[in-house]
Nanobody, 121 residues
Framework: QVQLVESGGGLVQPGGHLRLSCAGS????????MGWYRQAPGKQREWVAS???????TYVDSVKGRFTISRDSDKNTVYLQMNSLKPEDTAVYYC???????????????WGQGTQVTVSS
């Protein structure tokens, strides 16, 4: 019914930068919240940043000042600009969205397949 597809991951050196994208498609009526999570090997999935109706302003403390989340509502797309990357940022990054389906009042949580970000020298 709904697909979220991430792109933009890769291998970068410490201090480098990447921009992740997540495009929604399918039976999308409207998107309430949209954001990013990440999961490092051996660790639980961690919330990173989110866009809500109030804007794109919330981040986990460890990425504040380095990451910027933004959203293009017309394209059902959310971005994560990652600067000053650290080895600790290495993880699979997942897009998440709270979506209302077309022709329906139902809402649900949807996840992308993940994109690998590796920060290493």
């Amino acid at each position: 019914q709904v697909q979220l597809v991430e792109s933009g991951g890769g291998l970068v050196q410490p201090g480098g930068h990447l921009r992740l994208s997540c495009a929604g498609s399918g039976r999308i009526g409207s998107i309430n919240t949209m954001g990013w999570y990440r999961q490092a090997p051996g660790k639980q999935r961690e919330w990173v940043a989110s866009c809500t109706s109030g804007g794109c302003t919330t981040y986990v403390d460890s990425v504040k000042g380095r990451f910027t989340i933004s959203r293009d509502s017309d394209k059902n797309t959310v971005y994560l600009q990652m600067n000053s990357l650290k080895p600790e940022d290495t993880a699979v990054y997942y897009c998440h969205a709270d979506i209302r389906l077309r022709f329906s009042n139902l809402r649900g949580d949807y996840w992308g397949q993940g994109t690998q970000v590796t920060v290493s020298s």
